[in-house]
């Protein structure tokens, strides 16, 4: 089965500054990589994805991007905010057909630092 | 739509008693999934369904563990018995399928506590 792989496991940064989280999975034939935000005590939520046939996605401060070849794939936060901090999850789906359910990586507590 | 509807929200029990969580999922989704939640595991698939059939239930961690979804709308996690090491938080996710590779909707979660 799929195994992720996510760092680190916690990551502080200076408010304004960026972020990056990194994660590598193991299935070649993964082809959806979604990141879920999970603030404390509540649900994870779905922030950003990206399919296998594209190497990069950006939403406004949050972009995503994804080595296939090296099967890794990154979370980039610019400009980051207080209401940044939470738990980020990424995650990966293989064999397509939207069956399979995801593997999630451990998570990385952010902490934005005023 | 009101989105995964998980009940109760917070259960606490005995060792040894039985615990029934119960999963609404987003009406039209056909793929619902079943995690655990520990600090020390993360996020763990135990379960999941398309159209009502049980897929991959290799996460599930032992036979104290049992799933079903007798229909489309309700699906259930039952533990028996219940053991302290089962105290986590147990989601429920649904999305979309044939659409491929669509978000997985969370519902809010069941923290289970057994003492």
């Known amino acids: 089965g799929e195994n992720v792989e996510q760092h680190p496991s916690t990551l502080s940064v200076q408010e304004g500054d960026s972020a990056v989280i990194k994660c590598t999975y193991s299935?070649?034939?993964?082809?959806?990589f979604p990141w879920y935000k999970q603030e404390l005590g509540k649900r994870p939520q779905l922030i950003i994805d990206?399919?296998?046939?594209?190497g990069e996605k950006k939403d406004q401060r949050i972009a995503v991007t994804l080595n296939k070849t090296a099967k890794h794939f990154s979370l980039h936060i610019t400009e980051t905010q207080p209401e940044d901090s939470a738990v980020y999850f990424c995650a990966a789906r293989g064999r397509g057909g939207g069956a399979d359910g995801l593997t999630f990586g451990k998570g990385t507590h952010l902490i934005i630092q005023p | 739509d009101a989105g995964v509807i998980q009940s109760p929200r917070h259960e606490v029990t005995e060792m040894g008693q039985e615990v029934t969580l119960r999963c609404k999922p987003i009406?039209?989704?056909?793929?619902l999934f079943w995690y655990r939640q520990t600090m020390m595991r993360g996020l763990e698939l135990l379960i999941y369904f398309n159209n009502n059939v049980p897929i991959d239930d290799s996460g599930m961690p032992e036979d104290r563990f049992s799933a079903k979804m007798p229909n489309a709308s309700f699906s259930t996690l039952k533990i028996q018995p219940s053991e302290p090491r089962d105290s986590a938080v147990y989601f429920c996710a649904s999305s979309q399928i044939p659409i491929m590779n669509t978000e997985a909707f969370f519902g809010q979660g069941t923290r289970l506590t057994v003492v």
């Open positions: 009406s039209g989704h056909n793929s």
């Open positions: 299935d070649s034939a993964s082809n959806y």
């Open positions: 990206i399919r296998s046939n594209v």
